[in-house]
Structure formats: structure tokens, C-alpha cells
């Protein structure tokens, strides 16, 4: 992210800023400017700017009788723009200039403007085209026939008073002289914004806070550089984004062996989170890659809710499953997993704890549960050794080196293709870990019994299964209640 940086000195080239023309010996040294004005004519008004504040760090100026400027031959014009602390110095100051050809008349002329801070620069100092004297440093913009535009982009300026002075001059055998009988008309545009152009296609415009000073940046993507994310000298080509898209869809196809397995198994309720955690986990990659592979079905930000929600849930039906406990408590612990993670989810997406609060709280309700039931069995519990050898030792060993990986290894540089391997590894362990289904008893409930008339009729289990004569029924078949 591009930090705001401190500009001590403003001379030099800024953003967007073209060099000036040179002369027509192409010499590349400043070329004096002849000036014959008398000092009585060297005091210039100074034309102010309305303000139109429109968000943060987003205010237009607006020059009076504008935005089209006249410039003289014998004077320049001087505008002030006026920029008010905090307020104004967490964005990017922007001034763009464009010549109106037609008003040259077919004379070479090129139109100097001269931005500096706090000291208009006089006829006295403009000694050279590089808009700066042994006392004042200001930034410098050219437009003329062959180049009429020109932009000047300054992030984090100065607050206070910064002063444009417009000048018409002609170029000349001899170097720049100033123009006779031609008035050269530019259109003027200054304004304040957050973030250069939005930060593009590659960046996103944030809104940050440091040590109580509020200020706009670019977060850049896909390798993508630069104050408005323009530098790419390190970005991702489209096969590498289409590359990291595809790892990070595709890879939550594992999900289908468990959900497979659950629903085998009738553990509808845990398949039902696995097709859940799966669908938006697809979808929420495909939407959050950074460039122009992109496609999102819904908004983003639902889209991360239910994924990273989908995923917790997952591994909380999956311990709690484990656990084996009564059907309505089992239900009510999904119940209420569901509110807090959704709850928990809320307060900070992207927790490390939010990870393992749940998972921890479920293998200790997991534990509790076989510790009483190995109690109450005076064996171990699950008894079989072929259960911890081929199913819970290697899924419990696949969750933790999951959890290890987007804990300590995962980063913005690897994240493509190691949260690709957490979706393998988290499927994974859920397939090794989900328990068989239970067993029905074998014992049998006791038979109904029919009362009447104050006798309670004792059902002989033979004669209701046809193996005894009803006509030789015994007398002891009828008990007095």
C-alpha cells in the first residue's frame, strides 16, 4: 500500500508532468526570458478559486468567469487555491491544463503555468522555463500547439496558499520572448481526489487512519505498483491470473468425496454445510481475484460472509458429528455454533481465533463425550485400533498441517496456490474424520398392552405370531390388573 510520503522540496517533475519544450536550438540549459515591462506593471492581480467540497478529500475550485482562461502577451495570470489543513492534505491535488489551438492564431506559442506554494512567482524570479529561482522551487507544466495538454498531479500537498501563474510566451531564433498582440485561452481544471484515477483497474481507494492523520492510498493488485497502482514492472500476465482463478475455484471440488460420504453415511445435516461451504467458497475466489479475471454472482461482501462462515461451520458440524452425542443436543449445538460463528464472523472476519475458538471448544466437547462414554464402557473409546490407525490419526495429522499452513505459511505472494492446498487438506481431513454411521440397537422395545373392563389382557408373543392355537389359548393369558 503507498503510504503517504513528506515533500520537503517542490521542485522537480511530479506525477503525469511532461518536460518543457525546448528551444528551437535545441538546447537543453534554461533559456532567459527578455523582459522589457516596467516595474510599475510587475504587480499582477491574483484571480481566487471557489471551493465545492463534494466527499472526503473530493473538492473542485472553480475560477470565476472560467473555465476558460485567458492568458495576455504582456502579463501573466495568477490564480490562488486555497488548502485547508486535515482537511484537504490526505488526497491528491490535481491541475490539468489545455491550449485552445485555434486561439494562436498560427503563432508559436507555448503557454508556461508555474504551481508553488505560498510566494507567487513574480516576472523578476520567471528568469528561465524551469519555474525556479535561488529562492523558490514550484512545479512546472507546457502546452502548445503540438502538446495541449497537460496534467499535474501532486499526492499529499501542502496545505496553506498555492499560486498558478500563467504565461504566453513565443518561441524564437533566439530562445522564448514574449508574444506580441496574441492572447492564448486554455481551459484550467483543479481539483482534489482521494486516489489517482480511482487507482485503476488493478487497485482499490482506501480510506486509513495513522496516528490521527486521515489520509486516502491506493491498495494495489495482481503485482501492480506505482501511486495510482500505473507500475507494471512486477505484475501477474493474464495465464497467471487465470491460473491462480482456476486453483482456487477448482480446488473446493474436494468437498464432493465428503459429501458423498455424509450423505452414505445419513449425515444429511453435515452433507447440507458441505454443499454450502463449497458453493460459496467457488464463487467467493472467483470474485475475489485481483486484475481482470473476475466474475462475482452477488455482492462481495455476502459472498466472503458466507464463505468464511461455510467454512467454520464445517469443521463445527464435523467434531461435534464426532462427538456422537444425543440427537436434540447435537442439534442444538449446530443451532448455536451457527449464531455465534455468524456473530464472531461480524465483529472481525479475518481472526486467526475465529479459526480456532470453534475448533478448540469442539474437541473439547468431543473429549468429554468419549471420556464418558470409555467410563461408562470401561474400554477405550472408539474401541477398534483400525479406526485410529486409517481414519483418525491421518485425518487429525491433515487438519493440523492445514491449520499450520494458514496460520504461518500463507501470504499475499503464495496465497493462490497455498489456500488451494488448505481447501485440499480441510476436505480431506472432514473425509477421514467423519464417523460411520451408527449402528441400530438390537434390542427390542416392549410390546403395547391392551387394558379393559379392569383386567389387563397379557398378549401371548406366540399367538400374535400365529405359532399357537387361539382356540386352546390358555386361562393364564388373562391377568387381573
Given at each position: 500500500?503507498n503510504m503517504?510520503?513528506s515533500?520537503?522540496?517542490a521542485?522537480?517533475m511530479v506525477?503525469?508532468d511532461?518536460?518543457?519544450?525546448?528551444?528551437?536550438n535545441?538546447?537543453?540549459r534554461?533559456?532567459p526570458?527578455?523582459?522589457?515591462?516596467p516595474?510599475?506593471?510587475r504587480?499582477w492581480?491574483?484571480?481566487?478559486?471557489l471551493r465545492?467540497?463534494l466527499?472526503?478529500f473530493?473538492?473542485?475550485?472553480?475560477?470565476?468567469?472560467?473555465?476558460?482562461v485567458?492568458?495576455p502577451?504582456?502579463r501573466?495570470?495568477?490564480?490562488v487555491i486555497?488548502?485547508l489543513?486535515v482537511l484537504?492534505?490526505g488526497?491528491?491535488?490535481?491541475?490539468?491544463?489545455?491550449l485552445?489551438?485555434?486561439s494562436l492564431?498560427?503563432?508559436?506559442?507555448t503557454v508556461f503555468?508555474?504551481l508553488n506554494h505560498e510566494?507567487?512567482?513574480?516576472?523578476?524570479?520567471?528568469?528561465?522555463?524551469?519555474?525556479e529561482?535561488e529562492s523558490?522551487?514550484?512545479f512546472l507544466l507546457?502546452?502548445?500547439?503540438t502538446?495541449?495538454l497537460s496534467?499535474l498531479?501532486i499526492?499529499?500537498?501542502?496545505?496553506g496558499s498555492w499560486?498558478?501563474?500563467?504565461?504566453?510566451?513565443?518561441?524564437t531564433?533566439?530562445g522564448?520572448?514574449?508574444?506580441?498582440?496574441?492572447?492564448?485561452?486554455?481551459?484550467l481544471?483543479?481539483?482534489?481526489?482521494?486516489?489517482?484515477?480511482?487507482?485503476g483497474?488493478y487497485g482499490?481507494?482506501k480510506?486509513?487512519r495513522?496516528?490521527?492523520y486521515?489520509?486516502a492510498?491506493?491498495?494495489?493488485?495482481a503485482?501492480?505498483?506505482g501511486?495510482?497502482?500505473?507500475?507494471?514492472?512486477e505484475a501477474f500476465?493474464?495465464?497467471?491470473?487465470?491460473?491462480?482463478?482456476?486453483?482456487?475455484?477448482l480446488?473446493n471440488v474436494?468437498f464432493?468425496?465428503?459429501?458423498?460420504?455424509a450423505?452414505?453415511?445419513?449425515?444429511?445435516l453435515?452433507a447440507a454445510?458441505?454443499?454450502f461451504?463449497?458453493?460459496?467458497?467457488?464463487f467467493?475466489?472467483?470474485?475475489d481475484q485481483?486484475g481482470?479475471v473476475?466474475?462475482?454472482?452477488m455482492?462481495?461482501?455476502?459472498l466472503?460472509?458466507?464463505d468464511?462462515?461455510?467454512?467454520?461451520?464445517s469443521?463445527?458440524?464435523?467434531?461435534?458429528?464426532?462427538?456422537?452425542?444425543q440427537?436434540?443436543?447435537?442439534?442444538?449445538?449446530?443451532?448455536?455454533?451457527?449464531?455465534?460463528l455468524?456473530?464472531?464472523?461480524?465483529?472481525?472476519r479475518?481472526?486467526l481465533?475465529?479459526?480456532?475458538?470453534?475448533?478448540l471448544?469442539?474437541l473439547?466437547?468431543?473429549?468429554?463425550?468419549?471420556?464418558?462414554?470409555s467410563?461408562r464402557r470401561?474400554?477405550?473409546y472408539?474401541?477398534t485400533?483400525?479406526?485410529?490407525?486409517f481414519?483418525?490419526?491421518?485425518?487429525a495429522?491433515?487438519?493440523?498441517?492445514a491449520?499450520?499452513l494458514?496460520a504461518?505459511?500463507?501470504?499475499?505472494e503464495?496465497?493462490?496456490?497455498?489456500?488451494?492446498?488448505?481447501?485440499?487438506?480441510?476436505?480431506?481431513s472432514?473425509?477421514?474424520?467423519?464417523?460411520p454411521?451408527?449402528k441400530?440397537?438390537?434390542?427390542?422395545?416392549?410390546?403395547?398392552r391392551?387394558k379393559?373392563?379392569?383386567y389387563?389382557?397379557?398378549?401371548?408373543?406366540?399367538?400374535e405370531l400365529?405359532?399357537v392355537?387361539?382356540?386352546?389359548?390358555?386361562?393364564?393369558?388373562?391377568?387381573?390388573?
Amino acid at each position: 500500500m503507498n503510504m503517504p510520503h513528506s515533500f520537503g522540496s517542490a521542485g522537480g517533475m511530479v506525477l503525469g508532468d511532461s518536460p518543457p519544450p525546448t528551444s528551437p536550438n535545441s538546447t537543453k540549459r534554461p533559456l532567459p526570458i527578455s523582459s522589457t515591462m516596467p516595474a510599475t506593471e510587475r504587480c499582477w492581480p491574483i484571480r481566487p478559486t471557489l471551493r465545492n467540497e463534494l466527499d472526503t478529500f473530493s473538492v473542485h475550485f472553480y475560477i470565476f468567469f472560467g473555465p476558460n482562461v485567458s492568458v495576455p502577451p504582456d502579463r501573466p495570470a495568477v490564480f490562488v487555491i486555497n488548502l485547508l489543513p486535515v482537511l484537504d492534505s490526505g488526497g491528491v491535488l490535481n491541475l490539468e491544463l489545455r491550449l485552445n489551438v485555434s486561439s494562436l492564431c498560427g503563432e508559436n506559442v507555448t503557454v508556461f503555468g508555474c504551481l508553488n506554494h505560498e510566494v507567487p512567482l513574480t516576472s523578476s524570479d520567471n528568469a528561465s522555463v524551469t519555474c525556479e529561482t535561488e529562492s523558490l522551487a514550484g512545479f512546472l507544466l507546457s502546452v502548445n500547439a503540438t502538446a495541449s495538454l497537460s496534467r499535474l498531479r501532486i499526492p499529499y500537498p501542502q496545505t496553506g496558499s498555492w499560486y498558478l501563474s500563467l504565461r504566453s510566451l513565443c518561441a524564437t531564433e533566439h530562445g522564448f520572448e514574449p508574444c506580441t498582440n496574441v492572447t492564448a485561452e486554455v481551459y484550467l481544471r483543479v481539483y482534489l481526489s482521494p486516489c489517482i484515477n480511482d487507482c485503476g483497474i488493478y487497485g482499490q481507494c482506501k480510506l486509513l487512519r495513522t496516528n490521527n492523520y486521515l489520509y486516502a492510498a491506493c491498495e494495489c493488485k495482481a503485482g501492480w505498483n506505482g501511486w495510482g497502482c500505473t507500475d507494471n514492472a512486477e505484475a501477474f500476465t493474464y495465464g497467471f491470473q487465470l491460473l491462480s482463478t482456476l486453483l482456487l475455484c477448482l480446488s473446493n471440488v474436494m468437498f464432493v468425496p465428503p459429501v458423498a460420504i455424509a450423505v452414505r453415511s445419513h449425515y444429511l445435516l453435515e452433507a447440507a454445510v458441505y454443499i454450502f461451504t463449497m458453493f460459496f467458497s467457488t464463487f467467493y475466489h472467483a470474485c475475489d481475484q485481483p486484475g481482470i479475471v473476475v466474475f462475482c454472482i452477488m455482492d462481495y461482501d455476502v459472498l466472503q460472509f458466507c464463505d468464511f462462515l461455510g467454512s467454520l461451520m464445517s469443521v463445527w458440524v464435523t467434531v461435534i458429528a464426532m462427538a456422537r452425542l444425543q440427537p436434540v443436543v447435537k442439534q442444538v449445538l449446530y443451532l448455536l455454533g451457527a449464531m455465534l460463528l455468524s456473530m464472531a464472523l461480524q465483529m472481525d472476519r479475518h481472526g486467526l481465533w475465529n479459526l480456532l475458538g470453534p475448533s478448540l471448544f469442539a474437541l473439547g466437547i468431543m473429549a468429554i463425550a468419549w471420556t464418558a462414554r470409555s467410563i461408562r464402557r470401561r474400554h477405550c473409546y472408539p474401541p477398534t485400533w483400525k479406526r485410529w490407525a486409517f481414519y483418525l490419526c491421518p485425518g487429525a495429522l491433515i487438519a493440523v498441517a492445514a491449520v499450520l499452513l494458514y496460520a504461518f505459511v500463507e501470504t499475499e505472494e503464495n496465497y493462490f496456490y497455498i489456500h488451494s492446498i488448505w481447501h485440499l487438506l480441510i476436505a480431506g481431513s472432514v473425509g477421514f474424520l467423519l464417523p460411520p454411521r451408527a449402528k441400530p440397537s438390537g434390542r427390542l422395545g416392549p410390546l403395547p398392552r391392551r387394558k379393559g373392563c379392569g383386567y389387563q389382557l397379557c398378549v401371548n408373543e406366540q399367538e400374535e405370531l400365529g405359532l399357537v392355537d387361539p382356540a386352546v389359548a390358555s386361562i393364564n393369558s388373562i391377568c387381573t390388573s
